[in-house]
């Protein structure tokens, strides 16, 4: 269905409470919907927006336009966990309902300050020649999850700097607040970073400059820049739009990347030593990705499974996109790590384990789409894992492994319903040669991850094969050991 500006903006109030439970039903039905990710409730989803820790539990926001699989009017929706894998919906946070956001509350994030979550966004505001405003705005949410906005906005984008300034991140370091956000410059329409301050959160904003990340061509916009603490280590996370593909290989439409340093100075807006720019995800849709460092020392990150400007086959169905899986990070010799939480492991239903210990072809001729596979493939072996496939594996979600020269590579090609094929089908990284893999592998109905070599490169996609497809093998004898779960809803 192709929508007009008027059906994408239409007012929330306008749109009747029978269509949308029709939406809802209509997502919760559909065979390839998520059963242990968060997914829209209804319509689509895209950033993960808020990820925080706040009155003893786990809290993320999410952008949603609920009445259909198109980026329209967003708002904010949220949901609270224990544990970082179990998430109860608490429906709509931030509504787009003032002159401010009047066009969407577009993405941000958020931090306990006292006894409140300071949550701080980008109200998108159109005037009716449709010139755009970006607000950098603020609200309060208490423990009960009641949300009060600020009366005024926090402040708006420089003279230099174009409509496309947005997706601010608010820290606090040495007794001042701090916010860093993407920005499109006026005169070059180059994309950076800017860092802003302020001693008092409610007011007082100003510039500090833009962020040196080390790295010149960020493309003509930097969307959800994200400044994460690793292990005390400034990683600097962002999807820079439009970026020269000599700066950094990239195979997505949008990359989303990362840039480790040493240091980051907060007074001069610069990281300290900055590495060269790396994927974050080395699969087909991971963008938008948001993380924090938690009370318990450690950082997170959760991730929006999908592109800006790309269909999905779910489309149809009237939804659309899924976050990923929380990943716990960590720095290693100056790499970054991703690995699952472990609360995961509580996914796992027990009483299904197969374990494989040396040549196995067929794992499982009934696995399903809802599983985990967490597999030690020998050295100096070539082979396919088929997941997700039918019986002649005329569809399939393969992972073509080469331990021998050190080749893995995620293929989407024998899809029932291909998706972003312009973009290629496959995603292909180097490993080491000669040495084992090892891969800890998720499937949710239409999304795979895979975690490489503990989480020394991560590989995620969408997929769309027919929910009949059970099958789990080897295309040929494999040496191999580890153990294959069913994992139970969230
Ligand atoms: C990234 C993005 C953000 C914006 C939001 C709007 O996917 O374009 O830059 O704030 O989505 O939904």
Known sequence: MEWTRAQRYLPYDQHSALELLNLQRQAATSPEQL????????GLLNDPNGFSYFNSQWHVFYQSFPFGAAHGLKSWMHLVSDDLVHWQDQGLALAPDTEFDSHGAYSGTAKAVGDRLFLMYTGNHRDENWGRTPYQLGAWMDKDGHVEKLQAPLFVNPAYVSEHFRDPQIMEH????????????VAEQ?????????????????????VNVGVDDLGYMVECPNLLFVD????????????????MAYDNIFPNTYITATGFDFYTATMINPQPMHNLDSGFDVYASQGFTAPDGKTYLISWVGLPDLSYPTDEQNWANCLSQVKELHLKDGQLYQTPVAAMRDLRQLDTAINLNGETTMIDPTFGQQGELQLTIAPDQTGTLHLAANDDRSQTIALHFDTEQGQLALDRTKMAHPTA?????????????????????FLDHSLIEV???GGAQVMTGRYFNDQSNQVATFNQPTQVTGTAWQLSAK
């Not at 059963?35 to 209804?42: A, M, V």
């Not at 950076?192 to 001693?199: E, G, K, M, R, V």
């Not at 094929?421 to 592998?441: F, K, V």
Request: overall charge negative.
């Open 35 to 42: 059963k242990y990710h968060i997914r829209p409730q209804s």
């Open 174 to 185: 040495d007794g001042k607040f701090y916010a860093i956000i993407g920005q499109q410059t």
């Open 190 to 210: 180059h994309g950076q970073i800017a860092l802003w301050t302020s001693d008092a959160l409610e007011h007082g904003w100003h510039e500090v400059g833009k």
């Open 232 to 247: 005390g280590h400034p990683v600097m996370v962002l999807c820079p739009q439009g970026m020269d593909q000599q700066t």
């Open 421 to 441: 094929t312009d973009y290629g089908t496959t995603r292909t990284i180097q490993l080491p040669a000669h040495q084992a893999l090892n891969l800890d592998i």
């Open 451 to 453: 975690f490489v070599n």
